[in-house]
């Protein structure tokens, strides 16, 4: 079960290839269904992340044993990571085991392959599932933002209430708004006590002249690993 269907005398056959392809495809498009519950991406993402593994095992079938045409095929892979957006670490993470069980597949390991994309997938579920990297600390994080006038000098307009209804902040950026009329200042902070959100945005509401703000949960910049 667990040794390669190809033969290193004859060759691969039509019949073991379409063995390999049939696997290949129904196991990736199975992974790629499995992780759709907990990534969030378009639905061509996960059409390509479910024929990713055929293709690379195609690949492999065809330039085993020809270094030539192996290091021109590692070549052509190169290229395409400097034609395509930056992504997000789930879906690297995705393409990076469809491409390893594409290997497996490539090579004949069949059950390898099938393992490969079906077990990752299962562990990928119950890590989501799992509160074990959900700190308590990361969660009570919040992006303040704040909008002022340009006529305001903000170095330390806000330190005072900071301090009285913040156990932490942290200075996440400035930036121009407004046709450069307005800034809009961000924080990463963490409230003493929840429930005086609202006092603590009407108290800030007094200091920029009751323009915009808001209060999100935070999260890290997208598009980085």
């Not at 691969?12 to 992780?35: E, Y």
């Not at 069949?110 to 890590?127: D, F, K, S, T």
């Not at 450069?180 to 945005?201: H, N, Q, W, Y």
């Amino acid at each position: 079960m667990f040794d390669t269907i190809y033969n290193s005398v004859s060759g691969v056959t039509a019949s073991q290839f379409f063995i390999m392809a049939a696997a290949s495809i129904l196991s990736g498009f199975v992974f790629a269904w499995l992780i759709s519950f907990k990534i969030r991406a378009k639905r061509r993402f996960f059409i390509v992340t479910a024929v990713v593994p055929f293709i690379v095992s195609a690949v492999i079938t065809f330039v085993s044993g020809n270094i030539g045409a192996g290091v021109a095929v590692g070549g052509a892979f190169s290229l395409i990571r400097f034609r395509s957006a930056p992504g997000s670490a789930d879906e690297i993470t995705s393409l990076l085991i469809a491409m390893g069980s594409g290997i497996a597949f490539g090579m004949g390991y069949i059950a390898y392959g099938v393992i490969i994309l079906i077990g990752m997938a299962g562990l990928y579920l119950i890590l989501s599932l799992l509160p074990i990297f959900e700190h308590k600390s990361m969660t009570e994080e919040r992006m303040l933002r704040i909008t002022i006038p340009e006529s305001l000098e903000y170095s330390g307009a806000f330190d005072d209430t900071f301090r009285h209804y913040l156990r932490s902040y942290e200075n996440a950026g400035v930036k121009t708004t407004g046709m450069g009329s307005m800034f809009r200042l961000s924080f990463k902070i963490v409230m003493k006590d929840p429930a005086e959100e609202k006092t603590f945005i009407d108290e800030l509401r007094t200091k920029n002249g009751n323009l915009e703000i808001s209060v999100l949960p935070y999260t890290e910049p997208q598009n980085q690993l």
